[in-house]
């Protein structure tokens, strides 16, 4: 897995350069910003958002349990609660089902930004 630091390295700039650029934040001249985009794009290197979520202490994620997803009104809940928060958040929609086997488990679907 691809690093700020192996971007950092091939751009010729520093990890704090790369964390700039990467955040969108504080000021990299035009040059820089290109050297380290090309890194980037080079490297396929692609941001942790485990890692971002856990420095700024949120996942920007939203969980729902339904009990069934076919049913109109928890379909149509799902639906627009996707819509709503498509730009800001991801919806992590759980399904609880029963088995003869198992007391209980839950089946997951996360859809995100």
């Known amino acids: 897995m691809v690093g700020m630091r192996d971007v ?3 751009a010729g700039v520093s990890l704090s350069t790369v964390s700039l650029v990467v955040n969108g934040n504080g000021y990299v001249s ?5 050297r380290v985009r090309k890194a980037m794009q080079l490297l396929n290197y692609v941001p942790n958002e485990l890692a971002r979520n856990l420095y ?3 996942t920007n994620l939203v969980g729902v349990i339904v009990p069934a997803i ?13 819509r ?8 992590c929609c759980a399904l609880p089902q029963m088995r003869r086997m198992a007391k209980s ?3 997951t679907c996360c859809v995100g930004t």
């Open 8 to 10: 950092a390295k091939k």
């Open 30 to 34: 035009d040059d820089m910003r290109e």
């Open 56 to 58: 700024h202490d949120r």
């Open 70 to 82: 076919r049913h109109p009104f928890f379909a149509t809940f799902t639906a627009r609660s996707m």
């Open 84 to 91: 709503s928060l498509r730009k800001d958040y991801a919806l």
């Open 105 to 107: 488990s839950m089946s």
